[in-house]
């Protein structure tokens, strides 16, 4: 007999997770009968977990943060094609027989305030090269960008992505001159609370240029401001964090969030 359909975020830590406070936003302005909750998971005990859940009929997936997100590919049947583009996975969601596939909705969630943007051909600046920036290129790659140029702390791991991701461009240091850029995004950690500051010169990007910060706590980031005192749009965090979420509920629980009600959300998570 089944009962009422879950989802859960798995993590270790995971009382900083977001997740639950959007997922359940989304089932109560719908009206559904759902659950979703957190589980902190030590990575030892990461298969074991996922085994049991699989046999639960009520679990409808799990979305999958720090540390777990390469290591969640080997575990299930069907990882798509994540493990040869993103590298990581964030998503996993139940079928009807049991069997588990995974996806990442980060790429997309990125991808989703800029869809009314032309990029293509367009050069663009990315900072940072860990999980969220492979997130960034993916989606970058897949919009035709032009020249990408990477700023990073360590050159090496972004020339990595640059080939990984089929892109043409050059790394430099987090203290070199900004190129003019249609899109330039902050997929680093700079910038966010208890971590250092992003310094960033931003007049040589032109007045129709767009900054993005994934960066959400804060959510006025130092970056944004720079932006919007030069008045250059801007995209914060939260678009990302609410857009990946929104592909993982249709997967969990078979229907889209309310239209409409992002404004509410967004004030409910920076609350
Ligand atoms: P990550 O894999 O740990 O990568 C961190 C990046 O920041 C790397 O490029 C790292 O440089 C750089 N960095 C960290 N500390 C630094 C320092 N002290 N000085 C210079 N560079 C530093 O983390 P992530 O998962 O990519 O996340 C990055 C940021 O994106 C976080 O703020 C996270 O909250 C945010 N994010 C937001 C969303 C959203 O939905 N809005 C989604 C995912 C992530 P090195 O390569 O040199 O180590």
Known sequence: MSGVPYAEVIGDPIAQSKS??????????????????????????????????????DWRGCNVTIPHKVAVMDLVDDPGNVRGTIGAMNTIVRQPDGSVIGTNTD????????AETDLTGAP????????????????LARAGVGHVTILNRSPLKAMGLLATFGLKGEVLGLDAQLPPAALLVNSSSL????????????????????VYDLV???????????AEARGLGSVDGLDMLIGQAALAFELFFGAAPPEGRDEELRARLVA
Do not use: C, N
């Not at 979703?36 to 990461?46: F, G, N």
């Not at 600046?125 to 993916?138: E, H, K, T």
């Not at 910038?191 to 007045?207: A, N, V």
């Not at 959510?219 to 401001?225: I, S």
């Open 20 to 57: 639950p406070l959007i997922h359940k936003f989304w089932l109560d302005a719908l009206g559904m009968a759902g659950d979703y909750r957190r589980a902190q998971i030590k990575p030892e005990d990461l298969a074991a977990h996922l085994t049991e859940r699989r046999t639960d009929p």
């Open 107 to 114: 790429a997309a969630g990125f991808y989703a305030p800029l």
């Open 124 to 139: 663009v600046v990315v900072i940072g090269a860990g999980g969220a920036a492979r997130a960034v290129l993916f989606a």
């Open 191 to 210: 910038g966010m609370t208890g971590q250092p500051p992003l310094d960033l010169d931003l007049s040589p990007l032109p007045g129709d240029a767009i």
């Open 216 to 226: 959400y706590a804060p959510l006025q980031t130092g970056l944004l401001k720079a």
